[in-house]
């Protein structure tokens, strides 16, 4: 140092206090500093008083006094170097390791410190004053330390300078320190009552900007209170913690092993072992090689200090060959200066071992994970207060700070409290011990700690029994989650009972756990409290050991998706996705006038429709011409009803015409037609020529030989419904059919409400009709049957698709509509309706050509009824006669009965192999049905139960292989588990075995393999 006097020096502002003061957001984080110093001193008990001086702004002054080491004159003059701290070294469990503790947290209560210091025969005082340097207009840090003989309490002098500058101090300390006179000054020192200990006083304590001081000493005389404790850390009130408002609270929590007595204001602290306050702890060891930060960082400045070191140490020893060559043997002063730089030398490489030692411990440990204990509990106490608790070398870094579950602001997983103490190597706090240095590892262990508080939720069961009633059990019965539990005699015994008190003996700082008494119910255990009065007479000396706090080790469970549930999972997100491209798709958009409600005609454009409409042309005409019913039965979606052959026509009267159905021919024709009908058998359809599934026919026509074909209206047909044909019995619906011909032709006509609907759609398959309505129930349309049965082709989707003719509907001043059902999709929902003139509708040929003829028919039907209406049924018998054309009948082939036979046996086979289960049908009795009963027999009935089966015979291997799956990953755990067991215990055996700590592979069997080879082979 005196070769670099003469150089310029970093210099110290006062201004720097201030500054260095501010990284205390938290005020009782300042004043954990002081409690910290005393804690590492190995203080066991420090008492935090507060004294009355209104001349002192905030008109109090803070002392905090302990029993701990003390300080000497120059341990007391390294606390004004900032960043110099003794406690530094390898594995140190003290809390302070940056040197500044003691200065940036008295500078944030007050302006002014003095302190009072006690260590062997010297006693020591220290003086840092803000305000002596502002009246003083000084810049530079000023800091008296007189320092004097504890037995006579006279300066330590040794020079004249050392006198005047100890009175210089002296002078300095009166003027401006609380104590004028050096009576009072010297009377501090009397406060430490033992051999050693230190008395720190903060005065002119800082105030808020209404005048009064940051602390409160008014409202409790038994403690420190906050007067403002969301003013500086932002936390708003919803979070309402008493350790953020009482700093009694705060200090009860502030040490995870309270070892030290806390005094406030005279009245002991009830310190927590938080573990032993906490309902159903669990604890969870967590491994990880995440956090390397910190150990990177410790062993990189370990390897520089032992460089350094190793060249302090090769640099004195060739000093000291060099003084032995130069000095020799020639005198006994020059043997000694060698002898001395040899000592030297040996010194500085024995350090120079000890710290390569050092770094290589270090670096060996970062390929070592670092492993941490969790534990959770219940805080039944008060539920409200959840989270969890980050400790730093057994000092409260964070508190109640919420993770997992905990940040979604539900029920679950609240209540619920956790507890951490990370090692300083696994994470670096900050200065101001609030945080920690590293933000990303920090994160990382949120995370990890509410994996692991997911898993104690599942473990204790909460949610099984019921989060409400659990929380009612321990007296929580308002429906407010803040509101304090039941204070009735039978909860707070239960809470009790299951939290027994937790007590730490005065005397031997031990604690100890109190039997469950009933006088023990709201009563305040004592101050003063010793292991002699413990009713458990096991611990009831303070010579026997302490009672571990036994906690119950839990497991984190990892819950790994399978293949078969991420499967799940992305088609359940398809099948979502498609109902909402479904749902936009269905949104009809107005694009052109036909998309538009349509208006009421006037009655002059009625009259001319009507006029119009007289000749219109008939495709499969039936002989009746009269308005049907609006609700007359439609084809169901499982069966199509032929109600005509093909080609056939009849005479077609106007239904416009204003006639009575009493008088007219018209009806006439109509009741003939009907006494024709019941006299004479109906001709059996051929199923071979048309496309159907099932033909409803009377038990006559069965059994009658086909004679001559008779027409039958499609409004006389009997069709049933969807849910008719499924439910009725085949019998019962035959009679249902003959009583239906004769109710039906005594309807009359009625009329329905209108509504447009799209003629085509966007998707790829023909979509159910569930926009669309039916346009006859509108109330300017009629309904008109004449053209059912029409065979056509519709355009829909893209693609022209086969259809029939189900319903007409005849529109005033508008084309007609034509509701078409589809040969591929039968059912009704599927069914379309379509302008008849559209361009997406076609008419097929054949259907064309009876079309053409019927238009003859009518022309010539209408001629002869205006000449004689008393012929009509002889001309009608002539008109169905020219009806009946052959060129226009469809061509029809013959069943072979052989045929037949082979597909109902076909179709018996196929019924035998997919026979469900749980039908109600054995396969003899399948094997005997008849081709009327195949014909009736109810089909996808059947496959619905063959589906549901199926479905449940997968859903058993499912649930078996996933059963079968998580045993095998259970398995592999263990032999994971075991195998790492077994390379620990040969690497503790032979530590020349290269291989990693965490190795659970097939390497791990090789190794064991040749490990018991060579023994054997040794024996």
């Not at 020096?9 to 006062?14: E, G, P, S, T």
């Not at 927590?272 to 390397?292: A, E, G, V």
């Not at 410790?298 to 060249?311: C, D, N, T, W």
């Not at 951490?420 to 920090?442: R, S, W």
Request: aromatic content about 6%; hydrophobic content about 30%.
């Amino acid at each position: 140092m005196e070769a670099y006097k003469g150089l310029s020096r970093a210099q110290l502002d006062i201004k720097y206090l201030h500054t260095n003061s501010t990284t205390h957001e938290f005020l009782f984080g300042a004043l954990a500093e002081l409690l910290d110093n005393a804690r590492d001193a190995g203080a066991t008990r420090i008492e935090l008083n507060t004294i009355e001086r209104e001349d002192l702004r905030g008109g109090f002054m803070l002392c905090f006094l302990d029993d701990g080491e003390g300080m000497d004159p120059g341990e007391a003059a390294s606390i004004i170097t900032f960043g110099k701290s003794s406690k530094r070294a390898l594995d140190s469990l003290m809390i302070g390791q940056y040197g500044n503790g003691l200065k940036s947290g008295s500078m944030r209560i007050s302006k002014d410190l003095i302190l009072f210091t006690k260590k062997a025969d010297t006693m020591s005082s220290l003086f840092i004053s803000r305000s002596f340097h502002e009246d003083e207009n000084i810049e530079e840090v000023i800091v008296p330390i007189p320092s004097f003989d504890s037995s006579t309490k006279q300066p330590l002098l040794q020079s004249e300078i050392e006198r005047i500058k100890h009175q210089q101090e002296m002078d300095l300390i009166l003027k401006y320190s609380p104590f004028h006179t050096e009576r009072d000054f010297m009377s501090q020192f009397d406060k430490i009552t033992g051999e050693s200990g230190t008395l720190v006083i903060l005065y002119n304590l800082k105030i808020l900007d209404n005048g009064e001081p940051e602390l409160d000493v008014k409202s409790n005389p038994k403690d420190i209170l906050m007067a403002n404790p969301y003013h500086a850390d932002g936390e708003t009130e919803d979070r309402d913690y008493l350790e953020r408002k009482s700093f009694r609270a705060y200090s009860a929590v502030l040490y995870v092993e309270p070892k030290m007595k806390v005094y406030i204001r005279g009245h002991k602290v009830q310190t927590k072992r938080l573990p032993n306050s906490l309902y159903k702890p669990r604890m969870y060891k967590y491994t990880s090689s995440r956090f390397r930060t910190r150990s990177e960082n410790e062993a990189a400045k370990a390897m520089q200090e032992a460089k350094y070191a190793l060249e302090k140490a090769k640099e004195a020893e060739q000093k000291a060959k060099g003084v032995d060559n130069k000095l020799g043997q020639l005198s006994k002063d020059a043997r000694a200066k060698v002898r001395q730089a040899q000592v030297e030398a040996a010194e500085l490489r024995k350090d120079a071992n000890l710290k390569k030692q050092i770094a290589d411990k270090k670096q060996k440990s970062l390929k070592e994970p670092k492993t941490l204990s969790f534990i959770f509990g219940m805080n039944i106490e008060n539920r409200q207060c959840d989270g969890v608790f980050v400790y730093n070398c057994n000092r409260l870094i964070k508190m109640y700070e919420r993770v997992g579950p905990q940040l979604e602001g539900g029920v679950n997983c609240s209540g619920v409290l956790g507890i951490v103490d990370v090692p300083y190597l696994v994470l670096e706090p900050t200065h101001n011990k609030q945080d920690f240095a590293d933000a990303k590892e920090y994160r990382h262990l949120l995370r990890a700690m509410g994996e692991h508080l997911v898993q104690y939720w599942k473990d204790i069961g909460i949610a099984q029994q019921g989060v409400t009633k659990f929380w009612e059990n321990f007296g929580y019965v308002s429906q407010a989650w803040k509101d304090p539990p039941s204070t009735d005699a039978k909860y707070l015994r239960k809470r009790t009972m299951q939290i027994p008190i937790t007590i730490q003996c005065d005397n031997c700082l031990k604690w100890r756990v109190l039997p469950f008494s009933a006088s023990n119910l709201n009563k305040e255990m004592p101050e003063y409290w010793v292991c002699s009065m413990n009713p458990d007479h096991s611990h009831n000396r303070c010579t026997i050991a302490e009672q571990k706090c036994n906690v119950p080790i839990g497991t984190l469970k990892k819950e790994s998706k399978t293949a078969e549930d991420k499967k799940k999972d992305l088609m359940e997100g398809i099948r979502k996705n498609q109902e909402k491209l479904q749902k936009l798709e269905k949104t009809s958009t107005v694009t052109s006038r036909n998309h538009l409600p349509v208006r009421e005609p006037s009655p002059e454009i009625q009259h001319s429709t009507r006029r119009s409409s007289e000749t219109r042309p008939v495709g499969k005409a039936a002989p009746v011409v009269t308005r049907t019913e609006r609700s007359s039965s439609v084809s169901s979606s499982r069966e199509k009803v032929i109600s005509r052959p093909v080609g056939k026509a009849s005479p077609v009267v106007n239904s416009s015409r204003n006639r009575s159905y009493s008088s007219t021919p018209t009806h006439t024709t109509v009741s003939n037609q009907s006494h024709r009908r019941s006299s004479t058998p109906a001709r059996k359809p051929d199923t071979s020529s048309t496309k159907v599934k099932h033909t409803h026919v009377t038990e006559a026509s069965k059994k009658a030989p086909t004679q001559k074909r008779k027409i039958i209206p499609p409004s006389e047909s009997p069709v049933p419904s969807d849910s008719e044909s499924d439910d009725i019995p085949t019998k019962k619906k035959k009679s249902d059919d003959e009583k239906s011909e004769s109710e039906k032709s005594k309807t009359k006509p009625k009329k329905g409400k209108e509504l447009s609907s799209a003629e085509d759609t966007s998707a790829d398959e023909l979509e159910p009709m569930e926009t669309e309505t039916d346009p006859s129930v509108s109330s300017d349309v009629e309904e008109n049957n004449e053209d059912c049965g029409t065979k056509v082709e519709a355009f829909a989707s893209g693609t022209w698709y086969t259809g029939e003719v189900v319903k007409v509907t005849v529109r005033q001043g508008l084309p007609n509509k034509w509701k078409i059902k589809f040969d591929r999709n039968p059912k009704d929902k599927y069914d379309k309706w379509y302008d008849q003139n559209s361009k997406h509708l076609k008419i097929k040929q054949e259907t064309k050509k009876a079309m053409v003829v019927a238009q003859e028919v009518t022309v010539e039907s209408d001629a002869k009824e205006e000449k004689n209406e008393a012929k009509v049924n002889d001309v009608k018998e002539k008109e169905e006669t020219k009806v009946d054309i052959p060129e226009v009948e469809p061509q029809t082939s013959k069943s072979d009965p052989t045929e037949v036979d082979k597909l109902a046996q076909g179709y018996r086979s196929c019924l035998r192999y997919f026979l469900p289960p749980s039908w109600t049908m054995n396969q003899d009795e399948v094997n005997n049905l008849t081709v009327g009963d195949l014909c009736n027999f109810p089909l996808d009935d059947f496959l619905d139960h063959y589906e549901k089966g199926l479905r449940k015979l997968v859903g058993t291997y499912q649930s078996q292989a996933e059963s079968k799956a998580k045993e095998s990953e259970e398995a592999k755990s263990k032999l994971s588990g075991v195998r790492k067991m077994i390379v620990k215990l040969l690497k503790s055996i032979n530590e020349e075995i290269d291989i990693d700590a965490q190795a659970d592979g097939d390497e791990v069997d090789e190794l064991l393999a040749a490990c018991v080879s060579q023994a054997v082979q040794g024996e």
